[in-house]
């Protein structure tokens, strides 16, 4: 008789999970609490779906799941993904080392996952909230689960329910953790990862936004966290790009806690001190009859020189004539050295992932929960949380397959 798996959670790691599972031969059904299969997974990557990342290491993962993430990594790597994608039938593209669906659409990839479930027969019970699970004593199956409506009894169960981050249309609640804390697992503390950053309003900021390249650096105190670089965008009241969402990782639990983070912003990072030295003394070569708008005009983003001079609290108006030379250079260094008090992160609606969740010393090498038998977790729902650029999804695909084979064998 074929195993019965329930999967709870029909992102992707669960769907992965259950095709696994299913290929082995197992009677899976998935229980989703959404309306439909992969809603988060089809928003991802601005709905373009970023899948895995040819340049895969384990420190590009949190630094508690490091030691975890080179053996998981070993046993279902990049090439798996690529691999498996090819048997949905899913046509593959890299872009500097990032891989994408050749489509450019995620639902390409929710689709081919859906078409696959159907395919392996693959039962879908939708509108199921997941409240519990339990040992079985009714001497045909090892485990009972419970949902808002109704019980199931099951063999194995892969728990992939996700974590707080999501669109509030994608139902991610979190609420898998406390399930789980009820059955003995310890769930580290949680924080929005992958997420921007509101600064304190006291900060002068731009009215219109503004994308540019540029280094930013957080600092605690004056101790250095984290720097990045790449395109950084800039609100009213926050700031946010890949740049911040990367070092957000390592920052968020420090600005939740109102501990004194500042961002340091350096829109000129392709310079170095010498070369820097050279751009001012150029550009003061400029200072005559012009204005101080005149004068930076050519010089940065002309929302980057508001917030510069505002902050400053100097009128664009003012001529460069009667500026005087040290502080026309002070203005040009603001350019290589602003500095932003952060206040709160934007949250979890705004987070692609959460870092925290349940412990990996709850988990054995094939995902399955030490404490009771028959269960098994993948995905987000554990404490594992990687940098922007298919990380993310390659933990889902790699716990969903490791999980959903160790449940069918």
Known sequence: MSKRIFVIGGGAAGMCAAIYAARNGADVTILEK????????????????????????????????????????????????????????????????????????AQTVVNALKNEIDRLGVEVIYNQQF???SRCDDGRYKLLIKTA?????????????????????????????????????????????????????E????????????????????????????????????????????????????????????????????YDDEDFKSLKNDMLRLKDNRTLAEFLNGFANSNVNDMVLSR???????????????MADCILDNYRNLKLKLSESYGYQASQVTTGGVSLGDVGSDLSYKKLPGVYLAGEILDVDG????????????????????ASI
């Not at 799941?65 to 039938?89: H, N, P, Q, T």
């Not at 194995?156 to 059955?183: F, N």
């Not at 004056?222 to 070092?247: C, F, H, R, W």
């Not at 889902?396 to 959903?404: D, E, L, M, V």
């Open 34 to 105: 959404n309306d439909r299969l992969g809603k988060k997974l089809s928003m991802t990557g601005n709905g373009r779906c970023n899948l895995t990342n040819l340049d895969m290491r384990e420190e590009y993962y949190n630094l508690s799941a490091r030691a975890r993430m080179k053996e998981w990594l070993g046993i279902y790597g990049v090439e798996d993904v690529i691999c498996f994608m090819k048997s949905l039938g899913v046509v593959v593209k890299s872009e500097d080392g990032y891989i994408y669906p050749a489509s450019g659409q």
């Open 131 to 133: 409240k519990a699970v």
């Open 312 to 326: 400053m609290k100097l009128s664009p108006t003012m001529r460069m004539k009667n500026i005087s030379v040290s």
């Open 149 to 201: 409506t109704d019980e199931y009894r099951a063999d194995e169960c892969v728990i992939s329910t996700g974590s707080l981050s999501g669109a509030k249309s994608t139902l991610s609640t979190g609420d898998g953790y406390y399930i789980c804390s009820q059955i003995g697992m310890n769930i580290k503390k949680t924080y929005p990862a992958l997420v921007g950053f509101k600064v304190d309003p």
């Open 203 to 270: 900060e002068m900021m731009p009215e219109n936004g503004v994308r540019t390249i540029a280094e930013i650096s957080f600092t605690l105190g004056n101790e250095a966290i984290a720097t990045e670089y790449g395109e950084l965008q800039i609100t009213k009241d926050g700031i946010s790009g890949i740049p911040v969402m990367q070092a957000s990782r390592e920052i968020v639990r420090f600005v939740e806690e109102k501990k004194p983070v500042y961002a340091v912003i350096n829109f000129f990072p392709d």
């Open 387 to 406: 940098r922007c650029g298919g990380y993310n999804l390659q933990w889902a695909f790699t716990s969903g397959s490791i999980a959903g084979t160790a």
